[in-house]
């Protein structure tokens, strides 16, 4: 007997998922892969970026890295009291700070036009900022795809996306492996970060159009969020 998902009530019915739901997930994978893709060569890059762009030095790298640490923790402390507080608007948060986070990541290329050392009080400054941004946008995500994802579905759904997370990241390898071959260093940095903008464009156009659905109230909220 040949199987037809249409069997099952269309690909609804195939993950066990509402009607009009569906939309929000695919909306959801387009935001999340190219979130991946931008944050893959915007993060990974930064480090080394700023050691062969701007010069830095073992002190100056250290407080960038220490900030990172820093900023992300303090962002995760701030972001739980907030998200818990503002719940109805938590797509709103998402969009926002999610919005902050991958496109700042993008633009810290931007840094080192800047003369020394204000380019790196700059840089430092903006990741302290997509650090924080991030970790608020993190929980207002996790909150919201609680509500969207049904518990029964949760593991196949997310377990497809983690699957095409791994093949993004080995994309962003590929690709950043071929620039540096082709073109010089300095140009192959700003190849790559103009790439992680368009991308980041693209996950928070694909954020904003993500529709709300009806919030958990009371402690069953908190202990998602948690």
Same mark, same amino acid.
């Given at each position: 007997?040949?199987?037809?998902?249409?069997?099952? $009530?269309?690909i609804e019915g195939y993950?066990?998922?509402?009607?009009?739901?569906?939309?929000?997930?695919?909306?959801?994978?387009? =935001?999340? =892969?190219?979130?991946?893709?931008?944050? %893959? &060569?915007?993060?990974?890059?930064?480090?080394?970026?700023?050691?062969?762009?701007?010069?830095?030095?073992?002190?100056?790298?250290?407080?960038?890295? &220490?900030?990172?640490?820093?900023?992300?923790?303090?962002?995760?402390?701030?972001?739980? +009291?907030?998200?818990? #507080?503002?719940? =109805? !608007?938590?797509?709103?948060?998402?969009l926002v700070f999610g919005?902050?986070? #991958?496109? $700042?990541?993008?633009?810290? *290329?931007?840094?080192?036009?800047? +003369? !020394?050392?204000?380019?790196?009080?700059?840089?430092?400054?903006?990741?302290?900022?997509?650090?924080?941004?991030?970790?608020? %946008? $993190? *929980?207002?995500?996790?909150?919201?795809l609680a509500d969207i994802?049904? +518990?029964?579905?949760?593991?196949?759904?997310?377990?497809?996306?983690?699957? &095409?997370?791994?093949?993004? %990241?080995?994309?962003?390898? *590929?690709?950043?492996?071929?620039?540096?071959?082709?073109?010089?260093? =300095?140009?192959?940095?700003? *190849?790559?970060? &103009?790439?992680?903008?368009?991308?980041?464009?693209?996950?928070?156009?694909?954020?904003?159009?993500?529709?709300?659905?009806?919030?958990? #109230?009371?402690?069953?909220?908190?202990?998602?969020?948690?």
């Amino acid at each position: 007997m040949k199987f037809n998902v249409r069997d099952l $009530g269309g690909i609804e019915g195939y993950l066990g998922l509402d009607k009009g739901v569906d939309g929000n997930l695919k909306r959801y994978v387009v =935001e999340t =892969e190219s979130y991946n893709l931008s944050t %893959a &060569i915007s993060s990974n890059l930064v480090n080394v970026m700023a050691i062969r762009l701007m010069g830095f030095g073992v002190l100056e790298l250290s407080i960038l890295t &220490i900030s990172r640490t820093l900023f992300v923790t303090l962002g995760s402390i701030v972001a739980l +009291p907030l998200i818990y #507080r503002f719940r =109805e !608007h938590r797509l709103k948060l998402w969009l926002v700070f999610g919005g902050l986070n #991958r496109i $700042g990541r993008a633009l810290s *290329i931007f840094t080192v036009l800047l +003369p !020394h050392p204000l380019n790196s009080v700059a840089l430092v400054a903006l990741v302290s900022a997509v650090q924080v941004s991030g970790a608020v %946008a $993190g *929980i207002a995500s996790t909150d919201t795809l609680a509500d969207i994802i049904k +518990p029964s579905t949760a593991s196949r759904f997310l377990s497809v996306v983690s699957s &095409i997370n791994n093949i993004v %990241a080995l994309l962003a390898l *590929i690709s950043t492996f071929i620039v540096f071959n082709i073109a010089s260093v =300095e140009t192959a940095y700003w *190849i790559l970060y &103009i790439i992680a903008l368009a991308s980041a464009i693209i996950s928070t156009v694909a954020l904003a159009l993500l529709k709300e659905v009806k919030v958990v #109230r009371g402690m069953r909220a908190l202990l998602l969020i948690l």
